[in-house]
């Protein structure tokens, strides 16, 4: 071949992505596909303007394409399809030709579950997460051979451990399930029997908390306790932080631009206590009765005095009068 031999550029997008996904080995999520279309760089002599229209290719076009190789190889007949698994893309032979290629790959039969382990494993398909006490109380006997069946397959895996007393591992199902069975998700499950319901996984897990023990009333009586005290203690805090009042050394000093004359009536005002012992009292109180009966009797004889006093005053006019009345 010579050197002027030009490889053609692909016709669509389309043709691309059934390249990639028939190269590998295996399935691709669309931003693995939009990845590797857009690692290729235009080579000397190719029209950049068309590589560059695939190297900006967005997710949405992708799942265009996608749509449309899915059409065309139903149309075609080619003996594979496009299936989508847990949000990945492979091909994959057509059933009814599953035979032909068993004979090919010279396997005399079909990896085939038992009932047993059907049974098991939709069990746990619908009711994930779950334990193996409750597949157990479900079919009513022993699993463990089952489970391990299962588990060697990779169709299930452990996927915690409950929150419940003994701490029991909780099983799931894997992503090779859902592309062995050809689902592109577990919500497909509901579509397969109307009757059959799988459960929600958040009210599954939840059953698996461990339950909240309640309080007892010396826990309520002692966090009680505990908040009054933090309480009491950021009350302080705050107390502390206020300015505090004017100390009373500043009383004096306010006493003292007072005029002299309230200081005088104040120091007048001022509380007398007598600590003079009781057999002193009885004197004191003789004297001030003696004392007393003299006042009144120096008050009596100034009385007698001025009542002299007023009848010589008396007598002194009669006699004027009548010496008046003489001479006349």
């Known amino acids: 071949m010579s050197d002027d031999v030009k490889i ?37 002599g190719e029209n950049a303007e068309v590589m560059d229209v695939y190297k900006t290719c967005t997710n949405r076009e992708i799942e265009e394409a996608l749509k449309g190789l899915e059409k065309a190889l139903d149309v075609a007949g080619c ?50 997460p779950l334990t193996k006490g409750e597949i157990e109380e479900i079919r009513g006997v022993d699993v463990s051979a089952n489970i391990k069946t299962l588990m060697d397959l990779q169709l299930i895996r452990l996927v915690g451990k409950s929150e419940l007393p003994g701490h029991p591992f909780l099983y799931g199902t894997t992503p090779l399930f859902l592309e062995h069975f050809g689902l592109a998700s577990l919500q497909q499950l509901n579509e397969l029997d109307p009757t059959l319901q799988r459960s929600n996984p958040r009210e599954k897990a939840a059953a698996y908390k461990k339950p ?9 009586a002692a966090e009680e306790r505990q908040a009054a005290e933090e309480t009491k203690a950021a009350e302080e805090k705050v107390s502390e932080a206020v ?41 004191d109180d003789d004297d001030e009765d003696a004392d007393d009966e003299d006042a009144d009797e120096d008050d009596v004889d100034e009385d007698d005095e001025e009542d002299e006093d007023d009848e010589d005053a008396d007598e002194d006019d009669d006699a004027d009068d009548s010496d008046e009345s003489d001479g006349v």
Not at 248 to 276: M, N, R, S
């Open 8 to 44: 053609p550029l692909p016709r669509s997008l389309q043709e691309i992505i059934g390249s990639l996904l028939f190269a590998s080995e295996v399935p691709l999520t669309a931003g693995d596909l939009r990845s590797s279309v857009k690692a290729v760089e235009p080579e000397e």
């Open 243 to 283: 300015p505090q009042e004017k100390p009373a050394e500043d009383v004096p000093e306010q006493q003292e631009l007072l005029p002299a004359e309230e200081k005088a009536g104040d120091a007048d005002d001022d509380f007398f206590i007598d600590d003079t012992p009781d057999e002193f009292d009885e004197e």
């Open 212 to 220: 909240v023990a309640e309080k007892t009333e010396l826990e309520t």
């Open 79 to 128: 003996g594979f399809k496009l299936v989508c698994t847990g949000g990945t893309y492979r091909l994959q032979t057509a059933p009814s030709c599953g035979r032909y290629v068993r004979a090919m790959l010279k396997l005399d039969r079909p990896n085939r579950l038992g009932r047993a382990s059907l049974e098991t494993l939709a069990i746990v398909a619908y009711r994930q």
